[in-house]
Structure formats: C-alpha cells, structure tokens
C-alpha cells in the first residue's frame, strides 16, 4: 500500500458537525528513524503526533503549533510541532525503560501544554492542561470542553507504519436533530484502531456513517520536515556569550550542536565562533559555502 499522509476534512449536510482525519506514514516513520523508542513511549508519541496534526486543522495559524507534555515520570517530555504548511516534527524523552500504562502513570505527575505562534507579529497563546485519565485523548478533550467550548470528540491510534487519528466538532448553530451528536458519537465509538490505521478515508466514513450524507474535501498533503538551521543554531550560542563559547572552544577545538529532533549536526570552529561576535558586517556574521 502507498504512503499516505494527508489530512482530510469532512461535513454532514444536514448537521453542525465537521470531522477532520488524518494518515501520517512516512512522516511518522520519519520521526521514528530519529530515536530507538520503547513501545509505550512510541505509543503515546505517535498519538501526539496525529492529535497535533488534527487540531492544527481547527484553528488558522501562519506559525508554529506546539503540543508538549512536561512530566516527572518515566516519559518525562514529548513535543510535537506543526507548522501552517502542514509539515511537522516531534520527539521524547523518557527514563529507564518505560512500560505500558494508563498515560497519568506513564507520565506521573504533569500537564499538556499547548502553545500557539500565530505568527505576523502576533502574541503566542498558550494553555496549560493537567493530564488527566488514562489516555491522551482524555486529555484533549477536557481541553476543549473547557478552552474552546466546542463539543469534540478524538480517537487515536499509531503502530510502528502509521499514526492516524479522526476527529469529531459540533459547530455553533440549531441543531434540528437534538440527537445528532450523541448519535455520531455512539458511531464513532465502534471504530476500532485496525479501521482508523488501515481503511482509506471513504470507506472509513461510509462503514461508520452510512446513513448520515456526508461531504468530503480534498486531501491536503502533509509531511516531515525539521526547522532548525545553522543560523538558529548561531543565535542560539550567540545568546550563551563570547567568553563561554571561547571556553569551549579551548577544551574541544571545534562546538557541536545537534539538532534533538532531526539529529543535523552543526559544527563551528574558532572561525565560525569568531564571525559570530564581529561588528564589522552584523547583518552577515559569517559565510558558509
């Protein structure tokens, strides 16, 4: 079966209600190839990734989306980033070797955050969410129950080919059916992760919703793409000063930085240190052919 990654939107005709799904393959077996996960942290990670990737399509951003988790239990971090030409990056960081467990235990005691740079010079929105339940999707829905006071529905699930997810929203408006929602509801609770990771998008809806007419858009592709770059990297040890960075210099010859999420290895030597700090041209600190 071809690669599919791609997030398709969904409507029912008659209702208030939208749904968003999405297939990640290579890019979640992008994100993979970066770190020999265990299981459960592969498990809650590939989650995120396609929770991430669903909700970036319920909001319009020109910058960055960031769903992170900050804990103290054994996966102590997980962050996932999706950009508004919907490519995304994601990474963990855990202790010892992780078993599979309800997501509070996994984690311990710690919260979801979720951050917006909506980007044109606009202030970043952020919101802080105490993990909750079993499940990452627990989670996310207390958030919107209680942040964006939608009703929203998401069910999640990922294998070492695929991370995919499907996403329910009832929008504002008279509901002619009072019913409706509990309904799509009770439909979409017999999806088992087998449909969500490996019927395609027309089949899945039809299997679900058969009685219900339901719109679908056009897929919009999605893919893995990291943002580091060598000038981020420079301003990131611009900021750590020129005495430090002199220092280090002296111990190891040469500074190495790589990049967490998709492992680019930086290098600067005394040269590339010493562009960095020179006042003669600020606007082009240094030249790398």
Request: net charge negative; aromatic share 8%; with cysteine.
């Amino acid at each position: 079966m071809p690669d599919r990654d791609y997030l398709q939107r969904f409507l029912f005709e008659n209702l208030p209600t939208r749904g968003e799904i999405v297939r990640l393959d290579a890019t979640w077996r992008t994100v993979l190839e970066r770190r020999a996960y265990p299981p459960a942290v592969r498990q809650v990670l590939g989650e995120a990734v396609a929770a991430a990737a669903l909700i970036s399509a319920t909001i319009k951003f020109d910058g960055l989306l960031t769903l992170q988790i900050q804990a103290r239990g054994p996966l102590r971090l997980l962050v996932v980033q999706v950009a508004a030409d919907r490519t995304l990056r994601g990474l963990a960081r855990w202790d010892g070797d992780p078993k599979p467990a309800p997501l509070c235990a996994l984690c311990g005691d710690g919260a979801l955050v979720l951050t917006l740079d909506a980007g044109s010079g606009k202030e970043p929105y952020q919101s802080v969410i105490d993990l909750r339940g079993d499940t990452l999707t627990e989670t996310l829905e207390h958030y919107f129950a209680h942040s964006e006071q939608l009703p929203t529905r998401i069910w999640l699930a990922t294998d070492e080919q695929t991370a995919a997810g499907l996403l329910l929203q009832q929008l504002p408006g008279n509901d002619a059916e009072p019913d409706a929602w509990r309904r799509l509801n009770v439909l979409a609770d017999t999806l088992q992760s087998t449909e969500l990771l490996r019927l395609d998008v027309s089949t899945l809806l039809r299997r679900l919703f058969h009685e219900e007419l339901v719109r679908l858009f056009a897929p919009r592709s999605f893919s893995y793409r990291c943002n580091c770059s060598r000038e981020r990297t420079a301003g990131m040890l611009r900021a750590l000063g020129e005495n430090e960075l002199r220092q280090a210099l002296a111990e190891k010859g040469a500074l190495q930085v790589d990049c967490e999420f998709c492992g680019h290895r930086y290098v600067f030597d005394p040269l590339d240190i010493a562009g960095l700090f020179a006042t003669t041209n600020p606007a082009h600190p240094f030249v790398h052919h």
